[in-house]
C-alpha cells in the first residue's frame, strides 16, 4: 500500500520571508522611522498567516445573505455576514489599517507604512480590503470638502483605530446604463433644506453593503452629463440600525470575492447629504479615485506575492522525476519569470505610494503630482493584468493541485479577475491615459521625468532610451484613431518603461538585482501603427 501523501504548502511570516518589501522600505524610510514600525511589521507579518488567514478562511466559507423579510412578511433587508467578517473590521481598526494613513505620524511616508500593511493584510483578507479602499477614499473626500459638524465626526469615524467607533463606506456610482460612465447616472436628489436631501434611483452595484455609510454622485437639476451630478453622503441607518429607505433587491452572485457583500438596491427618498457646493461630483471625486485604484493596485500586489509564497515554498517540497521542482531548472525559471514581473509591478505602485504622501502633506512638487495623476490608472491597469496572468501561471505550478477546489487554489484565479474590473476596466483607464496624453500635456512631463533618472543611471540598459524613443516616435506620428486603436499598448508600454526605470534606480542600492533588471529590459515597448481600418480585417 502507498502511504505518500503529499506535503501542502505552508505559509511563514509574511514579513520576514518578503526580503523585496524589507529592503524597499529600508532604502525609502529613515533609518529612525524603519526602526520604529519594524516590529509592528513582524508582529503583523505573523498574524496574517494565523489569525486573520483562519479568520479570512471562516469569512469565505460563510458567504453573506440577504433576509428581505422578518418571520411576519415585514419588509427588513437585512444583510447578514459571518463573526469572521465582523470579526476582521475591528482588526483593520486596531491595526490602523486605515488611520495610519490620516494621523501622519511619519509625514509623507505615513502611507508607505499604511500600505505595507495592507500589502501583507489583503491576501489573507477575504477582501476586506474593499470596504477599507472605499473607507479610505471617503475619508480622503470628507478630509477635504467635510467643512461641517456632521462630515466632520464621520471623518472622524472612519479614521478611528476604536473597533466601536470605526465606520466603512461604500462608494455607490454603478448604476444600470452608466458603468464606467457616470454621466449616465440617473439618480436624482430632491432638497429638503440647507444641503439636506432625499435621494430616489437604483445602483446596480454597491460593494460594502453592510458599511455605515456609503458616497454617491445624483442629479439635482436636468442637467445632463457629468456636469449636473453633485456628491452626497448616505448614513445608511437609523438609530435602531434599520436601513433609511433603502430597498436590497439582491446579493450579487459573483465569480469571485465571495466573502464580500455586493447589493443591487434601489434608494426610496433616502435621506443624504450633499459634500461639498452643488455640482462638480465627478471632480470632487477625483481624490477618491487616486486612492481606491492604488488599493486595488496594492491588494493586485499582495496577491501575486501570495501566489509566489505558496508556489516557492511547494516547489521545495514536491518531488518529480527524481528531484524537487526547485531543482529543475524550467520550473525554476518559470518562477523567475513570475518573479522578475511582479517585481516590476512592486516598485511602480510603492513608487505611487509614495508620490500619494508627498501630495497628501504638501511636498510634492508639480511634476510628482502629474505623475501621481498620470500613472495611478497605469499602475492599476497592468497589476490587474499580471495578478490573473500570475494567478494562472501559479496554479498551474501546482498541477492537479492547483484545479481542486479545497486546496484554497482555485480561488486566487477566480478572484484575480476582479482587479481588472473594479476602478475602471483596462479599456476605460487605457482611454482616461490617452487624454491625459491628449490634454494635460503630461506625456512630455513623463519622458523628461524618465530621461531625467536614466542621465544618472550608470546600470541602465540602453534598451529604456530606445523603448522610449519608439514611443516617443509613436505618439507624435500616430493619428487620433490610431492612438486610440493602440491606447491599451500605450498604457502598458509607459508601465514597463516606467518600472525599468525605477528598477534600475533600486538595482544602484542593491546590486544583485541587475540581472533581474537585465531581463525585464526585453520588450519594454510593444506599439504598433494600426488602423482600424487594419483591424477590421481581424474580426470576420
Not at 486573520?52 to 469569512?59: D, P, Q, T, V, W
Not at 500589502?119 to 489573507?124: D, Q
Not at 447629504?273 to 487616486?290: F, P, T
Not at 499602475?379 to 493541485?401: C, V
Request: with cysteine.
Amino acid at each position: 500500500m502507498d502511504n505518500f501523501f503529499q506535503q501542502p504548502p505552508q505559509l511563514k511570516n509574511q514579513f520576514t520571508c518578503d526580503m523585496l518589501l524589507q529592503n524597499y522600505l529600508q532604502w525609502k524610510l529613515p533609518k529612525e522611522m524603519y526602526a520604529s514600525i519594524h516590529d509592528d511589521l513582524l508582529q503583523f507579518g505573523n498574524r496574517v498567516v494565523n489569525d486573520i488567514l483562519h479568520l479570512g478562511e471562516e469569512a469565505e466559507n460563510t458567504e453573506p445573505t440577504h433576509i428581505a423579510y422578518d418571520s411576519w412578511g415585514k419588509r427588513i433587508d437585512e444583510i447578514r455576514v459571518s463573526h469572521a467578517w465582523k470579526e476582521l473590521k475591528n482588526i483593520s481598526a486596531t491595526e490602523g489599517l486605515v488611520a495610519i494613513g490620516y494621523e501622519r505620524d511619519y509625514q509623507n511616508y505615513s502611507r508607505l507604512y499604511q500600505f505595507a500593511k495592507l500589502y501583507l493584510f489583503h491576501p489573507s483578507s477575504a477582501f476586506f480590503t474593499c470596504p477599507l479602499a472605499m473607507t479610505d477614499g471617503a475619508a480622503r473626500v470628507l478630509e477635504i470638502y467635510g467643512e461641517d459638524d456632521f462630515l466632520r465626526g464621520a471623518f472622524a469615524n472612519l479614521t478611528s483605530r476604536d473597533p466601536q467607533k470605526f465606520w466603512t463606506s461604500g462608494q455607490w456610482m454603478t448604476e444600470r446604463r452608466g458603468g464606467s460612465d457616470v454621466s449616465q447616472t440617473a439618480t436624482t436628489a430632491i432638497r429638503k433644506e440647507g444641503k439636506l436631501y432625499n435621494l430616489e434611483g437604483t445602483k446596480w452595484f454597491t460593494s460594502a453593503t453592510t458599511s455605515e455609510m456609503a458616497l454617491t454622485l445624483a442629479r439635482v437639476d436636468e442637467v445632463t452629463g457629468s456636469k449636473g451630478l453633485s456628491l452626497f453622503m448616505i448614513e445608511l441607518r437609523d438609530g435602531e440600525q434599520k436601513l433609511q429607505n433603502i430597498e436590497v433587491h439582491r446579493l450579487k452572485d459573483k465569480l469571485g470575492t465571495k466573502a464580500l457583500p455586493t447589493a443591487e438596491l434601489s434608494l426610496h427618498q433616502t435621506p443624504a447629504q450633499m459634500v461639498g457646493d452643488l455640482g462638480h461630483g465627478v471632480r470632487k471625486i477625483a481624490s477618491m479615485l487616486n486612492i481606491t485604484r492604488l488599493y486595488n493596485s496594492i491588494t493586485a500586489l499582495g496577491h501575486m506575492r501570495r501566489c509566489l509564497a505558496l508556489a516557492i515554498d511547494y516547489a521545495g517540497k514536491r518531488k518529480a522525476f527524481g528531484k524537487y521542482l526547485i531543482d529543475h531548472p524550467l520550473h525554476y525559471r518559470t518562477l523567475c519569470e513570475l518573479q522578475t514581473e511582479f517585481t516590476g509591478c512592486f516598485h511602480l505602485i510603492f513608487f505611487l505610494i509614495e508620490l500619494l504622501g508627498k501630495s497628501e502633506t504638501n511636498t510634492a512638487t508639480a511634476e510628482e503630482d502629474k505623475l501621481l495623476r498620470t500613472l495611478t490608472p497605469i499602475a492599476k491597469l497592468y497589476s490587474a493584468k499580471k495578478a490573473i496572468a500570475i494567478s494562472s501561471e501559479t496554479l498551474e505550478l501546482f498541477g492537479g493541485a492547483g484545479y481542486i477546489e479545497d486546496t484554497g487554489l482555485p480561488r486566487f484565479l477566480r478572484d484575480a479577475q476582479v482587479y481588472s474590473i473594479w476602478e475602471g476596466t483596462t479599456n476605460i483607464l487605457s482611454l482616461d491615459v490617452l487624454r491625459a496624453v491628449d490634454k494635460e500635456q503630461s506625456f512630455p512631463l513623463w519622458c523628461k521625468w524618465i530621461q531625467g533618472k536614466l542621465t544618472t543611471a550608470e546600470n541602465a540598459p540602453s534598451s529604456i532610451s530606445e523603448s522610449m524613443q519608439k514611443l516617443i516616435k509613436f505618439v507624435s506620428s500616430a493619428e487620433r484613431e490610431t492612438l486610440e486603436v493602440e491606447a491599451r499598448q500605450l498604457a502598458y508600454s509607459i508601465a514597463r518603461i516606467t518600472m525599468a526605470t525605477l528598477m534600475v534606480e533600486y538595482a544602484k542600492v542593491h546590486p544583485e538585482s541587475q540581472i533581474m533588471v537585465n531581463k525585464f529590459c526585453q520588450n519594454l515597448a510593444s506599439v504598433e501603427l494600426f488602423s482600424m481600418d487594419d483591424l477590421k480585417s481581424f474580426i470576420l
